[in-house]
């Protein structure tokens, strides 16, 4: 996830694009950069927030621009891999969100062809594209760029001695603002509200130039679009958290976006074939903290099921004091910030013994890159809000590809099976997105079980580890005294805490373990505990046990922890939301725990 912004008009283009794209800083802040057409084309870009490119640039002159905020995902954080991009001549300059999935082919083609590169990222393949096929009309050199790229995207590019902006996206989002004299494009609308509330939305595959006095729109025929303008009733401040009231709500509704991110370009692979060349290993170790852990722990099932080997998960703070055994472990360190304290000394600890080292993280050039052989990146985007929420989800799709490698190496899984799991993995935005879509249901659930002070949360399984970070959001955000169980355990001791006032929210798909999970909720009802049940929809047998139920689309059951999983975040955000908690800051929790 990254942010772009363009302008054409009458005025400074710098201060308007520096202004913009301070709005979208939460799209991305690992550095940022503008080019200007004025005299010629400048470009100027930096490592590190907006704040730093602002103290440090020029004043540049000219009356059109494009600017970007990255957040890095193919190439690490640094001036060179920063946004805009230019071609060989340094005529023109373009911008990118998003992922070209085929780059690697296009770069070797294009570097056989002369074309110089400086960067290591993705995008700069597209400004070599442009510059091939430019023969005197912009637009015209877009299409026919597009033509040779896969992936999501948001480009813009500007070229010298032109007044226009040339504009396309797929999958990432764009929009053009209209003003007087002047026009606009951005990754979001919230970052024009100042300048206009008047927003045309580009579809996929389209392709629009904006100039200061005109916006021509073209489908993907090349044939002319007409489309009327939005009028936004927004103000700037719901427009910081893109409408939504806390960033966790936002990032929970962004999930479907992020698992799809996750998955471009490697159902095939997660280029761990190079890494594990030959090595095949008879045992994984997971070392993780926090939400991270608990990923973990749904990873161990996941692994254990498609290859076949034994898992063994621990928190990270135990793993580096504890004494080495005589096996030789592949070690999985989940961090999404990549700078956890304990998990950085994890990662040594493990060098140190002689494990081979495998890091999933969302934050490209973290910490934790540096320490182990080989990074998975997760592809979330930032998250903001202090509770982890598309960050776990997307460590589960990690997961899932690490297991299917680890599987096709180790020949526990076939190519047919892989095949069917790869179309579960695709069809998981969907399932999110049908969770997402009963918000209200599960805040008017949540609204009527706010007031308890325990609340408990069972699971088998692969959605024990789910139960856990259930409860674990709903201590965090929500402030009530969460705790979670294998539900075969409760009755060896946590049954004595039961009584009307303790909801138990019990995780019962159809999986191998659910004719014991019915009988576990007769337990806990036994007790008087009201149950809340997550169940596949369509389950009549299920509504009959409990006194609620939140449905999620019926999968196999290896994939249910992502919707159930999305379904307990809306519920833990709607628990604090009805309490009045402070979601996005809880008190005593910091986003990132850099110390011991
Ligand atoms: C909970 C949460 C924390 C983190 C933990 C590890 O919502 O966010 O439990 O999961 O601090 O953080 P990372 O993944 O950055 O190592």
Redesign the pocket.
């Known amino acids: 996830m990254c942010g772009i912004v363009g302008y054409a008009g009458r005025r400074n283009a710098q201060p308007i694009l520096l202004d913009c794209l301070k709005r979208l800083e939460y799209r991305g802040y690992d550095s940022a950069g503008l080019a200007i057409v004025g005299d010629g084309l400048e470009v100027f870009k930096s490592k590190g927030e907006i704040a730093v490119l602002e103290a440090s640039m020029p004043a540049m002159k000219g009356t059109v621009g494009i600017a970007h905020t990255r957040w890095a995902t193919q190439g690490k954080p640094t001036t060179e891999n920063a946004h805009p991009f230019s071609d060989c001549t340094g005529k023109l300059a373009i911008v990118h969100n998003g992922i070209i999935s085929n780059f690697m082919d296009v770069r070797e083609s294009l570097v056989n062809d002369g074309h110089k590169f400086t960067s290591e990222t993705d995008t700069e393949v597209f400004a070599h594209l442009v510059e091939a096929e430019f023969k005197g009309d912009l637009m015209d050199a877009v299409f026919n760029a597009l033509k040779r790229v896969d992936g999501t995207y948001a480009f813009a590019v500007v070229s010298e001695g032109s007044g226009d902006i040339v504009a396309t996206r797929r999958e990432s989002p764009l929009v053009v603002g209209l003003g007087d004299g002047e026009n606009f494009i951005a990754s979001d609308l919230t970052a024009l509200l100042k300048y206009t509330n008047r927003m045309v939305y580009i579809h996929d595959g389209e392709v629009v130039r904006v100039s200061k006095d005109s916006v021509t729109i073209k489908n993907e025929k090349g044939e002319l679009v007409t489309r009327e303008p939005q009028k936004i009733t927004w103000n700037l401040e719901d427009a910081e958290k893109g409408g939504y009231p806390h960033f966790m709500l936002k990032e929970i509704f962004e999930q479907p976006e992020a698992i799809h991110d996750s998955l471009l370009g490697r159902v095939e692979s997660v280029d761990v074939e190079p890494f594990f060349a030959g090595n095949i290993f008879s045992s994984v170790k997971i070392v ?6 608990y990923a973990g722990l749904v990873g161990k099932y996941i692994i254990e099921e498609l290859a076949k080997i034994p898992v063994t998960v621990q928190i ?1 703070s135990e793993y580096r004091y504890s004494s080495a055994p005589r096996e030789n472990p592949l070690v999985v360190l ?7 304290a304990d ?1 950085l000394g994890a990662a040594r600890e493990a060098k140190k013994r002689g494990n081979k080292t495998i890091g999933i993280a ?1 934050v490209v050039g973290s910490a934790i890159t540096r320490e182990v052989d080989h990074v998975i990146y997760t592809r979330a985007g930032p998250e903001i809000g ?4 598309k ?2 989800v997307t ?1 589960l799709v990690a997961l899932y590809l690490l297991a299917m490698e680890l599987g096709i190496q180790n020949k526990s899984l076939t190519a047919q099976a892989r095949r069917s799991m790869i179309g579960s993995l695709r069809n998981l935005p969907r399932a999110v997105q049908d969770v997402l879509n009963q918000a209200e249901v599960i805040e008017a659930l949540a609204s009527k079980y706010a007031k308890a002070r325990d609340m408990f949360f069972i699971g088998r399984s692969i959605n024990y580890p789910i139960a856990l970070e259930g409860a ?2 709903t201590k ?1 955000i929500a402030y009530i005294h969460g705790e979670g169980f294998p539900a075969g355990e409760l009755k060896h001791g946590p049954l004595a805490l039961l009584s009307k006032d303790s909801p138990v929210v019990a995780i019962a798909v159809k999986d191998r373990t659910y004719e014991k999970m019915l009988g576990n909720i007769s337990e806990v009802s036994a007790r008087g505990s009201p149950v809340i049940a997550i169940g596949y929809e369509g389950d009549t047998e299920l509504a009959r046990y409990v006194d609620d139920v939140i449905w999620v689309r019926e999968i196999p059951p290896v994939f249910s922890p992502v919707p159930v999983i999305v379904a307990l975040q809306l519920w833990a955000y709607y628990l604090a939301k009805a309490r009045g908690c402070p979601i996005d800051k809880p008190k005593n ?5 850099t110390v011991e």
């Open positions: 993780a903290c926090g939400t991270s852990y990270s989940i961090t999404q910030s990549g700078e956890t998990t969302n202090v509770a982890a929420t960050t776990f460590q674990l959001k965090e929790i910091a986003k990132t725990v």
